[in-house]
């Protein structure tokens, strides 16, 4: 059985929401605390699309089965993201303060 090859016809980009991304090209204009914020920000940004596309599915409204699916996975994806780097960050502090100076 031959195998073909696959072709891209477009190339492939990174999935990142707008915000993040000018959030991270802006970082040396601004400061930890505004990017952080922004970042929680996006996080329930994608939350609450989330949560708007599901209730108008419940609701009956036109709205397809595969747009709820994939926006519900893009809200999980960004707090799994987003804890994960909570966890990282907490972890750096009580290494930092198990130091002895």
Do not use: C, W
Not at 35 to 44: E, G, P, R
Not at 46 to 72: C, F, P, R, W, Y
């Amino acid at each position: 059985m031959p195998v073909s090859q696959i072709s891209v016809t477009q190339p492939i980009q990174p999935v990142m929401t707008q915000s993040v991304t000018e959030t991270m090209s802006t970082d040396s204009k601004g400061n930890f605390g505004t990017m952080l914020k922004d970042a929680i920000q996006s996080v329930n940004d994608s939350q609450t699309a989330s949560d708007q596309m599901t209730t108008k599915l419940i609701n009956g409204e036109n709205v397809e089965l595969h747009d709820v699916m994939i926006s519900a996975q893009k809200a999980n994806i960004t707090m799994n993201t987003a804890l994960q780097v909570r966890n990282k960050v907490v972890e750096a502090y009580q290494e930092i303060m198990r130091m002895t100076v």
